[in-house]
């Protein structure tokens, strides 16, 4: 089965909170005759985004054409903060989570997460300077600081930035077992 992965980006996203799912799951495919995944990136409008840094970016999708999705990720950044107050933003992450496999949050993506009550009474994994802030947010969650990413049920958190490569290898793992993860990992000189 080819799952789609959809990938929330928005103005200050973190670039390698995107970008490194996006790799992995999309050089886990391509490895693979393409048959694993779809990656893509979706935003609320189609017009390009300006990440972290001013790295720009066009979305693949946005809310009113995005096809379905099996595993969500949202990117965190600082541009998360004022996703909280979007209420459309927030409304299409509980409607498209209602139907996922899985759903991942990025670093301080979680905050998004936190913001929908998901996360209440759960383990998190956030950036390492975002756990005073999901404590306001999530008065009620276990912070996990010192894992790179935790489970609950099908939501997966993850640590600062780079801890999405991590968590992202562990989803190929998951459903493709260890040699396929292991055979990308190995192509993109990553130790997992």
């Given at each position: 089965?080819?799952?789609?992965?959809?990938?929330?980006?928005f103005n200050e996203a973190e670039v390698l909170?995107?970008?490194?799912?996006?790799?992995v799951f999309s050089v886990t495919s391509e490895l693979n005759n393409y048959k694993l995944f779809n990656v893509f990136t979706i935003a609320k409008e189609l017009k390009p985004i300006s990440a972290v840094n001013g790295?720009?970016?066009?979305?693949?999708f946005d809310f009113?054409?995005?096809?379905?999705?099996?595993?969500?990720?949202i990117s965190g950044g600082i541009g998360t903060v004022e996703q909280m107050k979007d209420h459309e933003i927030l409304n299409w992450i509980k409607k498209i989570h209602e139907n996922t496999e899985f759903t991942l949050s990025i670093c301080?993506?979680?905050?998004?997460?936190?913001a929908l009550g998901i996360l209440d009474n759960q383990p998190?994994?956030?950036?390492?300077?975002?756990y005073?802030?999901?404590s306001k947010i999530v008065t009620n969650g276990f912070p996990q600081k010192s894992k790179r990413f935790v489970s609950s049920n099908k939501v997966y958190t993850s640590g600062g930035i780079s801890a999405g490569i991590d968590l992202s290898f562990h989803i190929v793992e998951k459903l493709h077992g260890k040699e396929i993860a292991k055979k990308t990992a190995e192509y993109m000189e990553y130790s997992i």
């Open positions: 089965m080819k799952r789609n992965v959809g990938i929330l980006i909170d995107f970008a490194g799912p996006f790799e790295l720009s970016i066009n979305p693949k009113n054409n995005c096809p379905p999705i099996d595993i969500l990720i301080s993506g979680s905050r998004l997460l936190g998190y994994c956030t950036h390492k300077d975002v005073k802030h999901m």
